[in-house]
């Protein structure tokens, strides 16, 4: 399959295999491999959505995990970004998505040791997470240590 996504075009099941052999590749160990996969994942949905949508972005937010991992923190945030900018599009701004998307980019500033940053990012995770669940919901426990970490 992973020969047969420079030809995928459009096709939804190629699309859904893609997401299901990535996985697999992950799982492996097999970063390069599945960063190929979710590369071509990304063009697949982009012409299926016809530009901006949460499998998009999801695939973008994959693509800078597996960046981040690879140590490649320059391509994470820029795929994080780009993730989030769509998330926003899709969602809004008070989305449980555009919240994580904010977490995993200060985690990305974290380890590039921009700390202003990195906090600037957990706080917004935090308020978010805040106005959509309320204070006592066990999920600010995550994006305090976010911030405690930092």
Not at 16 to 39: H, I, M, P, R
Not at 74 to 103: I, R, T, W
Request: charged residues 25%.
């Amino acid at each position: 399959l992973v020969e047969d996504m420079s030809d995928a075009g459009n096709h939804k099941d190629v699309l859904a295999e893609s997401w299901s052999l990535q996985k697999t590749l992950f799982n492996k160990g097999k970063y390069v491999d599945c960063l190929f996969v979710l590369e071509r994942q990304v063009q697949a949905a982009k012409a299926i959505h016809c530009g901006d949508h949460q499998d998009v972005a999801s695939s973008l937010m994959e693509i800078a995990n597996l960046y981040r991992i690879l140590g490649n923190l320059d391509e994470a945030l820029a795929n994080h970004e780009e993730s989030l900018q769509m998330k926003l599009k899709v969602f809004g701004q008070d989305h449980p998505a555009v919240a994580a998307s904010y977490c995993n980019i200060g985690v990305v500033y974290k380890r590039l040791g921009k700390l202003d940053k990195a906090l600037e990012c957990y706080n917004q995770d935090l308020a978010i997470v805040e106005k959509i669940f309320g204070q006592d919901d066990p999920r600010l426990a995550d994006s305090l240590m976010g911030i405690a970490n930092v």
